[in-house]
Structures are given as structure tokens and as C-alpha cells.
């Protein structure tokens, strides 16, 4: 069992910068990937940024890729989304997720879909103004 909490979520004007972060517990958390998606009212489910066990190796949706980046501190058991340039676009719930399965195996196409992930969290809301 894994449990995750996202905080820090924010209503913030365009071009602000906020940082998201997940806090996890139960099963060791530094073993598999973690992810971070979005929903935006009426819209899919959406991918946002993996990050492999190690930190070493990460992959992000082209909507946010040198915007957002991801990382995670295994001493900590946590895994930040660090959001810069925000657009009302970004407006969404974000949600934190644990692929347990993968382990220790690294698949960035297939880590994009939220099928691979088996424990989420409840999410943190960003809404971004113009």
C-alpha cells in the first residue's frame, strides 16, 4: 500500500512560477517511477512528467517541456513538479501517481499512460489568471 498527498497547489497569475510537491508513505517510495498529471474540468486526463526510481532519467509532455520540471528526494520520499512560465492553460487539478510495478525498469513512452501508474494521489488544484 502507498499513500501520496500533493500540496502546494495555488491560484496564480500568468507567468508565475509554484511548486508542487507529493509526499509519500507506506510501501518504501524510492523503489518505482513516479508521475504527475493533470485533469482540467471537461477534459482527458492528461501527462505531465515521469521521473525513473533514481532521478536519473525523466520524461515530460511537449505542452510543458521547459517549463516544468521534476525531481524527488528518496531521503524524503518525495517528488516535486517545479512549475515556471504558468499559463491559464496550466489551470487544472495536478495529480501524483506510483508505478510499483516498473520497480526498477525505465519505459518513457509507456509511462506516459496512467494505466501503468497503481496508486494515486487526491490531487492539489492550480487555477492560473490572465
Known amino acids: 500500500q502507498v499513500v501520496l498527498v500533493e500540496s502546494g497547489g495555488a491560484l496564480v497569475q500568468a507567468g508565475d512560477s509554484l511548486r508542487l510537491s507529493c509526499a509519500a508513505s507506506?510501501?518504501?517510495?524510492?523503489?518505482?517511477?513516479m508521475g504527475w498529471f493533470r485533469r482540467a474540468p471537461g477534459k482527458e486526463r492528461e501527462f505531465i512528467a515521469a521521473?525513473?526510481?533514481?532521478?536519473?532519467?525523466?520524461t515530460y509532455a511537449d505542452s510543458v517541456k521547459g517549463r516544468f520540471t521534476i525531481s524527488r528526494d528518496n531521503a524524503k520520499n518525495t517528488v516535486d513538479l517545479q512549475m515556471n512560465v504558468l499559463k491559464p492553460d496550466d489551470t487544472a487539478k495536478y495529480y501524483c501517481?506510483?508505478?510499483?510495478?516498473?520497480?526498477?525498469?525505465?519505459?518513457?513512452?509507456?509511462?506516459?499512460?496512467?494505466?501503468?501508474?497503481?496508486?494515486w494521489g487526491q490531487g492539489t488544484q492550480v487555477s492560473v489568471y490572465s
Open positions: 521521473i525513473n526510481w533514481s532521478g536519473a532519467f525523466t
Open positions: 507506506g510501501r518504501t517510495s524510492s523503489n518505482y517511477p
Open positions: 501517481a506510483a508505478a510499483t510495478k516498473w520497480r526498477h525498469e525505465w519505459g518513457a513512452s509507456r509511462l506516459t499512460d496512467p494505466d501503468e501508474y497503481d496508486y
